[in-house]
Protein backbone atom coordinates (compact mmCIF):
# COMPACT_ATOMS: atom_id res chain seq x y z
CA UNK A 1 0.00 0.00 0.00
CA UNK A 2 1.07 3.70 -1.03
CA UNK A 3 2.08 5.60 2.10
CA UNK A 4 1.58 9.09 2.53
CA UNK A 5 3.03 11.70 5.39
CA UNK A 6 1.12 15.12 5.52
CA UNK A 7 2.73 17.94 7.68
CA UNK A 8 0.31 20.40 8.96
CA UNK A 9 -2.73 17.21 7.91
CA UNK A 10 -5.38 19.36 10.54
CA UNK A 11 -5.54 22.74 9.32
CA UNK A 12 -7.76 23.55 6.32
CA UNK A 13 -5.32 22.44 3.64
CA UNK A 14 -3.89 19.22 4.80
CA UNK A 15 -6.70 18.21 6.17
CA UNK A 16 -8.62 18.12 2.77
CA UNK A 17 -5.62 16.67 1.39
CA UNK A 18 -5.36 14.02 3.87
CA UNK A 19 -9.21 12.68 3.75
CA UNK A 20 -8.66 12.44 -0.10
CA UNK A 21 -5.54 10.68 0.50
CA UNK A 22 -7.73 8.12 2.73
CA UNK A 23 -10.45 7.84 0.09
CA UNK A 24 -7.87 7.11 -2.88
CA UNK A 25 -6.73 4.01 -0.22
CA UNK A 26 -3.32 5.02 1.14
CA UNK A 27 -2.26 5.05 4.06
CA UNK A 28 -1.75 8.44 5.74
CA UNK A 29 0.29 9.54 8.53
CA UNK A 30 -0.17 13.32 9.78
CA UNK A 31 2.23 15.53 11.73
CA UNK A 32 0.71 18.78 13.01
CA UNK A 33 1.60 20.74 16.57
CA UNK A 34 -1.39 21.63 16.44
CA UNK A 35 0.01 25.78 17.05
CA UNK A 36 -1.95 27.53 14.39
CA UNK A 37 -4.19 29.82 16.39
CA UNK A 38 -6.32 31.43 12.70
CA UNK A 39 -7.79 27.82 13.22
CA UNK A 40 -11.04 27.48 13.99
CA UNK A 41 -10.98 24.12 14.14
CA UNK A 42 -8.31 21.18 14.02
CA UNK A 43 -9.49 17.72 11.90
CA UNK A 44 -9.20 14.58 11.85
CA UNK A 45 -9.81 11.57 9.87
CA UNK A 46 -10.44 8.34 11.31
CA UNK A 47 -8.36 6.32 9.08
CA UNK A 48 -5.27 8.60 9.31
CA UNK A 49 -2.61 8.48 11.93
CA UNK A 50 -1.83 11.34 13.84
CA UNK A 51 1.31 12.81 15.72
CA UNK A 52 0.72 15.89 17.90
CA UNK A 53 4.62 17.04 17.07
CA UNK A 54 6.34 20.07 15.68
CA UNK A 55 8.39 19.79 12.39
CA UNK A 56 10.86 21.41 13.93
CA UNK A 57 11.82 18.52 16.50
CA UNK A 58 14.81 16.65 15.55
CA UNK A 59 12.91 13.54 17.00
CA UNK A 60 10.44 12.74 14.10
CA UNK A 61 12.72 10.86 11.55
CA UNK A 62 11.33 7.93 12.59
CA UNK A 63 8.08 9.05 11.23
CA UNK A 64 9.23 9.28 7.52
CA UNK A 65 10.28 5.30 7.54
CA UNK A 66 8.44 3.87 4.23
CA UNK A 67 6.78 6.81 3.65
CA UNK A 68 6.59 7.06 -0.46
CA UNK A 69 5.24 10.69 -0.65
CA UNK A 70 5.36 13.69 1.39
CA UNK A 71 2.85 16.58 1.07
CA UNK A 72 4.52 19.62 3.14
CA UNK A 73 1.86 21.84 4.60
CA UNK A 74 2.78 22.89 8.01
CA UNK A 75 4.04 26.58 8.18
CA UNK A 76 3.95 29.67 9.74
CA UNK A 77 1.41 30.78 7.34
CA UNK A 78 0.07 34.49 7.27
CA UNK A 79 1.69 37.33 6.60
CA UNK A 80 0.90 40.07 9.62
CA UNK A 81 1.38 37.37 11.96
CA UNK A 82 5.30 36.67 10.62
CA UNK A 83 5.61 40.94 10.95
CA UNK A 84 5.25 40.22 14.08
CA UNK A 85 7.32 37.25 15.12
CA UNK A 86 9.69 36.58 12.02
CA UNK A 87 12.03 34.35 14.38
CA UNK A 88 9.21 31.64 14.71
CA UNK A 89 8.27 31.66 11.01
CA UNK A 90 11.86 31.32 10.13
CA UNK A 91 12.09 28.87 13.03
CA UNK A 92 9.41 26.76 11.12
CA UNK A 93 9.18 27.71 7.23
CA UNK A 94 13.03 27.50 6.91
CA UNK A 95 14.42 24.61 9.54
CA UNK A 96 11.04 22.85 9.39
CA UNK A 97 11.51 22.52 5.72
CA UNK A 98 14.78 21.82 5.67
CA UNK A 99 14.04 18.75 8.40
CA UNK A 100 11.09 17.47 6.31
CA UNK A 101 13.45 17.07 2.90
CA UNK A 102 16.50 16.04 5.18
CA UNK A 103 14.16 12.97 6.35
CA UNK A 104 12.50 12.34 3.17
CA UNK A 105 16.09 12.33 1.81
CA UNK A 106 17.79 9.87 4.53
CA UNK A 107 14.25 7.70 4.40
CA UNK A 108 14.77 7.14 0.69
CA UNK A 109 10.92 8.41 0.13
CA UNK A 110 9.74 9.54 -3.45
CA UNK A 111 8.63 12.73 -3.18
CA UNK A 112 8.14 15.73 -2.01
CA UNK A 113 5.53 18.22 -2.39
CA UNK A 114 5.90 21.70 -0.64
CA UNK A 115 3.37 24.17 -0.77
CA UNK A 116 4.54 27.72 -0.99
CA UNK A 117 3.12 30.79 -1.61
CA UNK A 118 2.16 33.80 -4.29
CA UNK A 119 3.65 36.52 -2.06
CA UNK A 120 6.80 35.54 -3.36
CA UNK A 121 5.91 38.04 -6.56
CA UNK A 122 4.98 40.94 -4.31
CA UNK A 123 4.62 44.11 -5.94
CA UNK A 124 7.42 44.29 -8.65
CA UNK A 125 5.90 41.87 -11.27
CA UNK A 126 3.54 42.48 -13.40
CA UNK A 127 0.15 40.46 -13.31
CA UNK A 128 -0.61 37.99 -14.29
CA UNK A 129 2.59 36.28 -12.62
CA UNK A 130 4.79 33.43 -14.14
CA UNK A 131 6.90 31.17 -12.30
CA UNK A 132 10.28 32.36 -14.14
CA UNK A 133 9.54 36.51 -12.85
CA UNK A 134 11.94 37.07 -10.19
CA UNK A 135 11.11 37.04 -6.71
CA UNK A 136 10.15 40.34 -4.81
CA UNK A 137 9.61 39.27 -0.74
CA UNK A 138 8.35 41.93 0.80
CA UNK A 139 7.78 40.25 3.97
CA UNK A 140 9.60 37.88 6.18
CA UNK A 141 6.37 35.31 5.75
CA UNK A 142 7.24 35.44 1.94
CA UNK A 143 11.39 35.30 2.58
CA UNK A 144 10.66 32.26 4.74
CA UNK A 145 8.28 30.32 2.31
CA UNK A 146 10.69 31.45 -0.87
CA UNK A 147 13.68 29.93 1.25
CA UNK A 148 11.77 26.32 2.01
CA UNK A 149 11.38 26.84 -2.54
CA UNK A 150 15.28 26.86 -2.92
CA UNK A 151 16.18 23.83 -0.47
CA UNK A 152 13.66 21.97 -2.21
CA UNK A 153 15.14 22.66 -5.33
CA UNK A 154 18.43 22.07 -4.08
CA UNK A 155 17.16 18.80 -2.58
CA UNK A 156 16.39 17.68 -6.05
CA UNK A 157 19.64 19.24 -7.64
CA UNK A 158 21.92 18.28 -5.45
CA UNK A 159 20.88 15.26 -3.76
CA UNK A 160 18.17 13.94 -6.52
CA UNK A 161 15.46 14.31 -3.88
CA UNK A 162 12.25 14.42 -6.29
CA UNK A 163 10.17 18.04 -5.08
CA UNK A 164 7.49 19.69 -6.85
CA UNK A 165 6.85 23.33 -5.38
CA UNK A 166 3.02 25.13 -5.45
CA UNK A 167 2.73 28.63 -4.85
CA UNK A 168 -0.94 28.84 -3.98
CA UNK A 169 -2.88 32.06 -4.69
CA UNK A 170 -5.37 32.49 -1.88
CA UNK A 171 -6.90 29.55 -0.90
CA UNK A 172 -10.91 29.47 0.03
CA UNK A 173 -13.37 26.99 0.83
CA UNK A 174 -14.85 24.80 3.35
CA UNK A 175 -12.99 24.91 7.17
CA UNK A 176 -11.32 28.05 6.10
CA UNK A 177 -10.14 29.87 8.83
CA UNK A 178 -12.58 32.60 10.32
CA UNK A 179 -10.46 33.70 13.30
CA UNK A 180 -8.80 37.06 14.08
CA UNK A 181 -8.57 40.28 11.99
CA UNK A 182 -5.99 38.32 9.63
CA UNK A 183 -8.19 35.67 8.54
CA UNK A 184 -8.29 34.84 5.39
CA UNK A 185 -10.78 37.28 3.36
CA UNK A 186 -13.38 35.06 1.70
CA UNK A 187 -14.50 33.15 5.17
CA UNK A 188 -14.15 36.42 7.15
CA UNK A 189 -16.78 38.31 4.85
CA UNK A 190 -19.11 35.43 5.08
CA UNK A 191 -18.89 35.22 8.79
CA UNK A 192 -19.13 39.31 9.50
CA UNK A 193 -21.67 38.89 6.83
CA UNK A 194 -23.54 36.10 8.54
CA UNK A 195 -23.81 37.51 12.00
CA UNK A 196 -24.77 40.97 10.30
CA UNK A 197 -22.25 42.93 10.77
CA UNK A 198 -20.32 45.00 8.15
CA UNK A 199 -17.17 43.80 6.58
CA UNK A 200 -14.14 44.97 6.95
CA UNK A 201 -12.05 46.11 4.03
CA UNK A 202 -8.43 46.51 4.17
CA UNK A 203 -7.29 49.82 2.85
CA UNK A 204 -9.60 50.98 -0.37
CA UNK A 205 -10.59 47.67 -1.50
CA UNK A 206 -9.75 47.86 -4.75
CA UNK A 207 -6.71 45.46 -4.58
CA UNK A 208 -7.59 42.26 -6.49
CA UNK A 209 -6.48 38.27 -5.67
CA UNK A 210 -6.83 35.10 -7.39
CA UNK A 211 -9.08 33.08 -5.49
CA UNK A 212 -8.76 29.60 -5.68
CA UNK A 213 -11.00 26.75 -4.42
CA UNK A 214 -8.91 24.49 -2.05
CA UNK A 215 -10.48 21.33 -3.87
CA UNK A 216 -8.49 22.47 -7.09
CA UNK A 217 -5.38 22.73 -4.87
CA UNK A 218 -5.78 18.84 -3.16
CA UNK A 219 -6.50 18.43 -6.92
CA UNK A 220 -3.03 19.81 -7.69
CA UNK A 221 -1.67 17.78 -4.88
CA UNK A 222 -2.51 14.48 -5.83
CA UNK A 223 -1.51 15.21 -9.65
CA UNK A 224 1.68 16.16 -8.22
CA UNK A 225 2.05 12.34 -7.22
CA UNK A 226 2.65 11.23 -10.92
CA UNK A 227 3.78 14.20 -12.47
CA UNK A 228 6.38 13.04 -15.13
CA UNK A 229 9.79 13.64 -13.96
CA UNK A 230 10.20 17.08 -16.13
CA UNK A 231 7.94 18.65 -12.76
CA UNK A 232 10.30 17.82 -10.48
CA UNK A 233 12.59 21.04 -9.13
CA UNK A 234 10.46 23.13 -10.77
CA UNK A 235 7.41 25.70 -9.13
CA UNK A 236 3.68 25.77 -9.94
CA UNK A 237 1.08 28.61 -10.11
CA UNK A 238 -1.84 27.33 -8.70
CA UNK A 239 -4.56 29.66 -8.66
CA UNK A 240 -7.86 30.22 -11.16
CA UNK A 241 -5.80 32.75 -13.85
CA UNK A 242 -9.08 35.27 -12.90
CA UNK A 243 -9.03 37.61 -10.29
CA UNK A 244 -11.67 39.99 -8.05
CA UNK A 245 -11.00 43.26 -6.06
CA UNK A 246 -12.51 42.89 -2.78
CA UNK A 247 -14.88 45.68 -2.81
CA UNK A 248 -15.91 42.66 -5.49
CA UNK A 249 -15.88 40.27 -2.98
CA UNK A 250 -17.94 42.21 -0.75
CA UNK A 251 -20.62 42.79 -3.46
CA UNK A 252 -20.83 38.75 -3.85
CA UNK A 253 -20.87 38.13 -0.32
CA UNK A 254 -23.33 40.28 0.46
CA UNK A 255 -25.49 40.35 -3.21
CA UNK A 256 -24.49 43.81 -3.44
CA UNK A 257 -26.31 45.57 -0.74
CA UNK A 258 -23.99 44.45 2.16
CA UNK A 259 -22.19 46.88 4.89
CA UNK A 260 -18.92 47.14 4.79
CA UNK A 261 -15.93 49.37 6.54
CA UNK A 262 -12.66 50.57 5.41
CA UNK A 263 -9.59 49.91 8.12
CA UNK A 264 -6.59 50.65 7.50
CA UNK A 265 -4.00 49.42 4.84
CA UNK A 266 -1.48 46.96 5.95
CA UNK A 267 2.24 46.53 5.24
CA UNK A 268 3.96 43.95 3.28
CA UNK A 269 1.11 42.96 0.87
CA UNK A 270 0.99 42.74 -2.58
CA UNK A 271 -1.90 45.39 -4.79
CA UNK A 272 -2.76 42.61 -7.32
CA UNK A 273 -2.54 39.01 -7.63
CA UNK A 274 -3.07 36.85 -10.58
CA UNK A 275 -1.98 33.68 -11.62
CA UNK A 276 -0.75 32.46 -15.11
CA UNK A 277 -1.41 28.56 -14.76
CA UNK A 278 -0.08 27.95 -18.83
CA UNK A 279 2.80 25.83 -16.65
CA UNK A 280 0.49 23.38 -14.64
CA UNK A 281 -1.92 22.68 -17.07
CA UNK A 282 0.57 21.86 -19.66
CA UNK A 283 3.09 19.90 -17.60
CA UNK A 284 1.10 18.37 -14.85
CA UNK A 285 -2.53 18.72 -16.91
CA UNK A 286 -4.14 19.71 -14.10
CA UNK A 287 -6.48 23.23 -14.02
CA UNK A 288 -9.01 24.93 -11.59
CA UNK A 289 -12.87 23.72 -11.82
CA UNK A 290 -14.49 25.70 -9.24
CA UNK A 291 -15.52 29.48 -9.95
CA UNK A 292 -15.63 31.68 -6.84
CA UNK A 293 -18.83 33.71 -7.41
CA UNK A 294 -20.63 30.30 -8.10
CA UNK A 295 -19.33 28.84 -4.61
CA UNK A 296 -20.60 31.65 -2.82
CA UNK A 297 -24.14 32.33 -4.23
CA UNK A 298 -24.28 28.16 -3.52
CA UNK A 299 -23.08 28.51 0.26
CA UNK A 300 -25.48 31.65 0.80
CA UNK A 301 -28.51 29.26 -0.83
CA UNK A 302 -27.80 26.62 1.63
CA UNK A 303 -27.09 28.87 4.88
CA UNK A 304 -31.06 30.23 4.22
CA UNK A 305 -31.75 26.91 3.97
CA UNK A 306 -30.11 25.73 7.05
CA UNK A 307 -28.31 23.18 5.14
CA UNK A 308 -23.94 24.56 6.57
Not at 22 to 43: K, R
Not at 151 to 175: C, D, K, Q, S
Not at 207 to 223: C, F, G, L, M, P
Not at 232 to 250: A, K, P, Q
Request: hydrophobic content about 35%.
Amino acid sequence: MTKILVTGGCGFIGSHVVDRCVDLGYEVVVIDDESATCNDNFYYNDKANYHKVSITFNNIENLFKNVDYVFHLAAESRIQPALENPELAIKTNVLGTCRVLQYSLQNDVKRVIYSSTSSAYGLANPTPSREDMKKDCLNPYSITKTAGEEFARMYYNLYGLETITFRYFNVYGERQPTKGQYAPVVGLFQKQYSEERPMTVVGDGLQTRDYTHVSDVVEANIKAITAPKEACGELFNIGTGNSYSVLDLVKMVGGGTADHIHIPPRKGEARHTKADITKAKNILKWKPSVDLNNWITTKAVELTKGNV
